[in-house]
């Protein structure tokens, strides 16, 4: 198809220098054969975030049962979609799978539970003008830009330095509102002058491609998940059949459908994850134009609002893991009143003294503190790191945000085997 290929981001597209923008310029090898994006797309790969996500929540908490998607599958499957409906419509894939893979690296512990936990905790704010104090898209943005790092050649810790399209990406990336059609904005903004969630369109078409990819990806998962949990009964099913019905299985011209009238699919089976998934990609990929932007046909448009309707009377609000989220709000704000508390001995270099009764929690903020803050300058330097200052231990709302950031850092079992470590004695 690439009918989009005009609008490809590279050489030839206007806003090409602006979109390979990086803050500082990134050391040069002499045998690379990657692109800037490829290497943008490596440089998330081996970062610590992006590895941590495989132990954090997509839609159910710290599961033990391995083949549940967690935070990490979630981004493997958002940069799949990207990648095939990037590649039907002649767009980037290099740009494209750099934003996808990297776009949920900012994301909290326990999901969108814990995002809301850790909002809920902020007491101080200098930023009034932000409606919402914590939100995983800018700390995506956050992370990349000034806690995420890599060694360097002589084995000095530097921040990723991303290109802008990349990071324009990230903060840009909401895919849980519903757009009718998507196109990318015409100006270059500074990121951080973006307050607020799902209101600015990405700088790229590649940009919109992962915003669009990342609710093409969880919706049909999440439902497979909830079936394996046992979240969704019989009624259940028969009521995803009924949303197939009345969507997708009538009108006059059934060419977008791949459902017969009954609300099953044409190959006979009954509606699954991978169905779902391909027949989302192929309706976007078919209905898109460069004039209308990207779009859903309206059946499909009407089918995913009430798919996504369904899965939060029936999933995300199920009494399970509104029991789950009471359990989580107890961990997160035991932790975050845990470290409030430390400021003092902080500010002395003694947080040894401050954890002792919890070891692990100790070390790791610890090494927080000396790489992101002015604890200890001098063991800053000792182990190479060339990071900014980020935190000020002696001002209150920057100590804060040090332990809120921090905290979105953790893991779900991280941060359960640290509440044990305050609470069990």
Not at 137 to 152: G, K
Not at 261 to 281: A, F, K, P
Not at 324 to 329: E, G, L, S
């Amino acid at each position: 198809m690439e009918k989009f290929k005009s609008q490809q981001m590279n050489e030839n597209n206007p806003n090409w220098e602006q979109c390979i923008k990086r803050e500082n310029s990134l050391y040069k090898r002499g045998n690379s054969y990657r692109s800037e994006f490829e290497r943008d797309y490596t440089r998330v790969l081996h970062c610590l975030a992006y590895r941590r996500l495989k132990r954090k929540t997509q839609v159910f908490y710290a599961p033990q049962n391995d083949h549940i998607c967690t935070r990490i599958e979630h981004v493997n499957h958002v940069a799949s979609v990207s990648k095939t409906i990037a590649k039907n419509l002649g767009l980037n894939t290099e740009l494209t799978e750099a934003i996808a893979l990297g776009h949920d690296i900012g994301h909290a512990p326990f999901g969108h539970t814990g995002e809301e936990i850790l909002n809920s905790l902020i007491t101080k704010q200098n930023e009034k003008d932000i409606p919402k104090k914590f939100w995983h898209e800018r700390n995506s943005l956050f992370f990349a830009d000034y806690i995420e790092t890599l060694q360097d050649p002589e084995g000095a810790e530097i921040n990723l330095d991303l290109t802008y399209a990349v990071r324009d990406g990230f903060i840009c990336h909401c895919g849980e509102i519903d757009e009718k059609s998507l196109k990318p904005r015409q100006k270059a903004l500074d990121l951080y002058d973006i307050k607020k969630s799902g209101v600015t369109a990405p700088y790229t078409w590649e940009g919109c491609v992962v915003k669009i990819a990342d609710k093409i990806a969880f919706l049909g998962r999440d439902i497979e998940d909830a079936k394996a949990y046992n979240i969704l009964d019989a009624g259940c099913a028969r009521r995803i059949t009924e949303i197939v019905k009345g969507t997708l299985g009538f009108g006059p011209n059934k060419k977008f459908s791949q459902f017969t009238t009954n609300g099953v699919h044409r190959s006979g089976h009954e509606v699954n994850t991978t169905v779902l998934i391909n027949d989302m990609i192929v309706d976007l990929c078919e209905q898109s134009s460069i004039e209308e932007g990207l779009k859903f046909s309206e059946p499909y448009f009407k089918f995913i609002k009430e798919l996504k309707s369904f899965c939060f009377s029936n999933i995300y609000n199920h009494w399970r893991l509104v029991e789950f989220k009471n359990f989580a709000t107890q961990v997160l704000g035991c932790i975050y009143r845990t470290l409030i508390k430390t400021q003092e001995f902080a500010k002395n270099k003694n947080m040894e003294a401050a954890l002792s009764f919890a070891p692990d929690l100790c070390t790791t903020f610890t090494e927080w503190l000396v790489k992101y803050s002015n604890y200890d300058i001098k063991r800053k330097k000792q182990i190479l790191c060339k990071t900014k200052q980020v935190f000020d231990i002696n001002d209150d709302i920057s100590w804060e945000k040090c332990i809120i950031e921090y905290i979105s850092g953790m893991t779900d079992d991280f941060a359960i085997k640290v509440y044990k470590q305050i609470i069990w004695f």
